[in-house]
């Protein structure tokens, strides 16, 4: 039963620790560097969109990287941050 759960609960002691830093876009779920990292792997940027809110980039895939204050989303493009340039 521990092979099942520890990826989930290795996840809980993150969240625990460093706060919820990288979540996923769409679910919200808590996520980590090292998946960021996977994501992005070998993947182009599109586009980098700086605002008073935060930094949007769009990568190949329809992959986004959004950095706002200190928590990190990412995964499937859902249309960007608000904000003015």
Do not use: C
């Not at 989930?8 to 996520?31: C, I, P």
């Amino acid at each position: 039963m521990y092979l099942l759960t520890e990826a989930f609960e290795g996840r809980d002691e993150s969240a625990k620790q460093y706060g919820e830093r990288y979540t996923l876009l769409g679910t919200g779920w808590v996520s980590s560097f090292s998946e960021l990292v996977r994501t992005f792997m070998g993947k182009g940027i599109k586009e980098i969109n700086v605002t008073t809110e935060g930094i949007n980039i769009r990568f190949s895939d329809d992959l986004t990287f959004q950095m706002i204050g200190r928590q990190i989303r990412f995964g499937q493009h859902d249309g960007g941050i608000g904000g003015s340039p």
